[in-house]
């Protein structure tokens, strides 16, 4: 089955500063790659997503890459405010049919210091 | 429209009870999911549903059980709790497996 590395587990940045985290993937099938936040006591919520046939996507300060080869894909947060600070979890899976579920990474825990 | 909605918030279980998580959502969404986090970890699924009256095993299925009779209702089911199974547990849904909506969830101690 699908299994998603992500790293770091802790990053600390200044505001202001731009945070990068990375995950692998293992199943070449998967084709659908979103990025959830979770702060803390809440659910997580989605913040961008991307699908196999796209190599980037920009929602203002959030990014995602894909590199469908080398299988692994990263969000890039720029200008980060005290207010980004959460816990990252990449996931992946294959969307469609009876596969859609959701193989989640173990999180990255971003501290942005004011 | 709620969206995906969980009962209890909380709850204490004494080892060896049983207890039924409930989930429920509105927006006609076929694929349901159970998801539990441990404390710093990320989420493992349980069991998963496309459609009433289809369920599988997720990663973590040991423990539990559940059923699809609607496509509103997930159930989950906890027999013969243990204490390992102190967790936060995430219902969730959405269309063929694109754009998850998450429950608030349910924060379970087994004592």
């Known amino acids: 089955g699908e299994n998603v590395e992500q790293h770091p587990s802790t990053l600390s940045v200044q505001e202001g500063d731009s945070a990068v985290i990375k995950c692998t993937y293992s199943?070449?099938?998967?084709?659908?790659f979103p990025w959830y936040k979770q702060e803390l006591g809440k659910r997580p919520q989605l913040i961008i997503d991307?699908?196999?046939?796209?190599g980037e996507k920009k929602d203002q300060r959030i990014a995602v890459t894909l590199n469908k080869t080398a299988k692994h894909f990263s969000l890039h947060i720029t200008e980060t405010q005290p207010e980004d600070s959460a816990v990252y979890f990449c996931?992946?899976?294959?969307?469609?049919?009876?596969?859609?579920?959701?193989?989640f990474g173990k999180g990255t825990k971003l501290s942005v210091k004011p | 429209n709620a969206g995906v909605t969980q009962t209890p918030k909380f709850r204490i279980l004494k080892i060896g009870q049983s207890m039924t998580l409930q989930c429920t959502q509105d927006?006609?969404?076929?694929?349901m999911y159970w998801y539990r986090q441990d404390p710093g970890m990320g989420l493992k699924l349980i069991y998963y549903?496309?459609?009433?009256?289809?369920?599988d095993k997720g990663e973590v299925p040991n423990g539990y059980n559940v059923s699809r009779s609607t496509t509103e209702d997930f159930p989950l089911r906890l027999e013969l709790a243990a204490p390992s199974q102190t967790s936060v547990y995430f219902c969730?849904?959405?269309?063929?497996?694109?754009?998850?909506?998450f429950g608030s969830g349910t924060r379970l101690t087994v004592v």
């Open positions: 549903s496309v459609g009433a009256g289809i369920t």
């Open positions: 927006m006609n969404h076929n694929y």
């Open positions: 996931a992946a899976s294959i969307y469609g049919g009876s596969q859609g579920n959701l193989i």
């Open positions: 199943d070449s099938a998967s084709n659908y």
């Open positions: 991307i699908r196999s046939n796209v």
């Open positions: 969730a849904s959405s269309t063929a497996g694109y754009g998850y909506t």
